[in-house]
Nanobody, 126 residues
Framework: VQLQASGGGLVQAGGSLTLSCAAS????????LGWFRQAPGKKREFVAS????????SYADSVKGRFTVSRDVAKNTGNLQMNSLKPEDTAVYYC????????????????????WGKGTQVTVSS
């Protein structure tokens, strides 16, 4: 699976951005797509995930109510809609896919993901 994230940029606090993650190589059916972020000097952290087949989602507490993860099955693309952005959301954002496990991992960890895209920078100014 090859992943390509896009949509990052510079936005003022309170603004919105939508990130996209285009997958190629195989359909994501049966797999889990996750979004992670890494700020300078910090560990990579979980942001949100979506089960490709059933559409169930999960979010980190820090983004719940502000971010929405979705998928476009026909386009094999995942999206992360980010609203009410805060300066602390500034980070490089990555999309990643967890291979078939036979069960849903509600809060996947970075170590548990099998495929990664290159990150896209999100900068939120105050």
């Amino acid at each position: 699976v090859q992943l390509q994230a896009s949509g990052g940029g510079l936005v003022q606090a309170g603004g919105s951005l939508t990130l996209s993650c285009a997958a190629s190589g195989r359909t994501l059916s049966g797999l889990q797509l996750g979004w992670f972020r890494q700020a300078p000097g910090k560990k990579r952290e979980f942001v949100a995930s979506i089960n490709w087949s059933g559409g169930s989602t999960s979010y980190a507490d820090s983004v719940k109510g502000r971010f929405t993860v979705s998928r476009d099955v026909a386009k094999n693309t995942g999206n992360l809609q980010m609203n009410s952005l805060k300066p602390e959301d500034t980070a490089v954002y990555y999309c990643a896919v967890q291979g078939f496990r036979g069960y849903i991992v509600v809060f996947p960890t970075a170590a548990g993901m099998d495929y990664w895209g290159k990150g896209t920078q999100v900068t939120v100014s105050s």
